[in-house]
């Protein structure tokens, strides 16, 4: 049997979050989720899509027992100061050892055809 494959699961902190990592969580021999992933605006310390307070995200990380990785943006943000954050994040991960670094990022709100693309 092939490996689990090691992911990150991108958290906006919300349902749709919620339910990607539970039925991430439901398939261990397929999945190895190390992590969760989201942009925070700086100004606000708030996570981007949800407007959770940052003392709210770092409990639920510490609940859910995974590592949490942060992108922090300004605000307002424009789309290339965003793809340069994610671009240096994907950046950071590429750099971990293989016991907590991951190559596969995972989504639950991708209904948008724009965020999709």
Known sequence: MPAAVPVLVSWASGKDSAWALHTLRQQPERYDVRGIFTTVTSAFDRVSIQATPGTVLHLQAQRLGLPLYEIAIPYPCSNEQYEAAMAAFLERIRKLDERSG????????????????
């Open 102 to 117: 991951a190559r596969h990022l995972a989504f639950g709100d991708l209904f948008l055809e724009d965020i999709r693309a």
